[in-house]
């Protein structure tokens, strides 16, 4: 059974500091790993995304984020917060076993960002 | 390209009450997908459609049925809303050749 947790219902950093949102994945097989910004009352915004190759990845924002096999971690960073990166952070995981379906996804409970200036 | 569209942006029933929550996408994706997001639980999949025509019950599917009407269109069913239904609802559709999920605005569903 795939699934994602998020240990960390708030983190709080001052801005220009840089920030780590964390994220630990269970998923049978290879894992693709993704995470997606959710701004108030809007949908949510895909940041970036772990499929194979470089274990560090680049996304959207300055956002970048780091699989970690052996810990089964894909943990969200950024080297110096805004205060507009404040928002609600969610991870998600999905199989890439053939038997996955459709690409569906697993989400973490999601973490709420906040970069105080 | 107007992404993923849902309608209404806002609903407030009464208990026993049916509705339907339409989503459309104009990326001419094969994949749609029905969530709920609650306070604290994350999203969970109510149901998703690999094509036009084909439906899936995903995590929490109790209480709803869909359609998919074409590739465009997903509609969301509530036959009997209960207050444990209030939620914000989100439809996103799926592009395989980036492996990304594309969601919608949402609808902030509130069942008296």
């Known amino acids: 059974a795939q699934s994602v947790a998020q240990p960390e219902d708030q983190v709080n950093v001052a801005e220009g500091n840089p920030l780590t949102v964390k994220c630990t994945y269970s998923?049978?097989?290879?894992?693709?790993l993704f995470w997606y910004v959710q701004y108030p009352n809007r949908g949510l915004q895909f940041l970036l995304k772990y499929i194979t190759g470089d274990n560090l990845v680049k996304g959207s924002y300055g956002f970048e984020a780091e699989f970690n096999k052996s810990q089964t971690s894909f943990h969200l960073k950024k080297p110096s917060a805004l205060v507009s990166d404040s928002a609600l952070y969610f991870c998600?995981?999905?199989?890439?076993?053939?038997?996955?379906?459709?690409?569906?996804?697993?989400f973490g409970r999601g973490t709420q960002l906040t970069v105080w200036p | 390209n107007a992404g993923v569209t849902q309608t209404p942006k806002f609903q407030v029933l009464k208990t026993g009450q049916s509705m339907t929550l339409q989503c459309a996408q104009d990326?001419?994706?094969?994949?749609m997908y029905w969530y709920r997001q609650d306070p604290g639980m994350g999203l969970r999949l109510i149901y998703y459609s690999a094509s036009e025509g084909t439906t899936d019950k995903g995590e929490v599917p109790n209480g709803y049925n869909v359609s998919r009407l074409n590739k465009r269109e997903f509609s969301l069913r509530l036959e009997s809303a209960a207050p444990s239904q209030t939620s914000v609802y989100f439809c996103?559709?799926?592009?395989?050749?980036?492996?990304?999920?594309?969601f919608g605005p949402g609808t902030r569903l509130t069942v008296l």
């Open positions: 998923v049978s097989g290879n894992p693709y």
């Open positions: 998600a995981v999905r199989a890439s076993d053939r038997g996955s379906t459709l690409g569906r996804l697993y």
């Open positions: 996103a559709s799926r592009n395989p050749g980036i492996d990304t999920q594309y």
């Open positions: 990326m001419n994706h094969n994949s």
